[in-house]
């Protein structure tokens, strides 16, 4: 007999289409971990966020490994996903300010 229980979800169709990011500003206080996404184009002086997930520590915690699961997996699929340069950029960590 399986503990596991079926998770049932819905994906609604407008959720679906997904949002473009490639710029994410991490904050979090004792309680909450906050990710705004953002999306950087050229020609658009001062981007908005697009979207804002706020979550415990403890899920912010079950993300980073559920994530770091995936790149692992990817890459022993594909190859090693390599970083132009090494800096905190696009993924910046500290007061969400842009």
């Known amino acids: 007999m399986s503990n596991e ?24 206080s004792a309680s909450e971990f906050i990710i705004d996404f953002i999306r ?22 079950r993300l980073m490994l559920a994530l770091k699961d995936n790149v692992d997996k990817y890459e022993k699929q594909h190859g090693e996903i390599r970083l132009k340069e090494q800096t905190n950029v696009p993924f910046l960590k ?4 842009a």
Request: glycine content about 8%; proline content about 8%; charged content about 20%.
């Open 5 to 28: 229980k079926e998770l049932n979800i819905e994906l609604d169709s407008a959720v679906a289409q997904g949002s473009y990011s490639n710029l994410a500003i991490i904050t979090h």
């Open 40 to 61: 950087m184009l050229p020609g658009i002086p001062k981007p908005k966020v697009s979207n804002r997930i706020i979550m415990t520590p403890e899920h912010a915690k």
């Open 94 to 97: 500290g007061k969400g300010e």
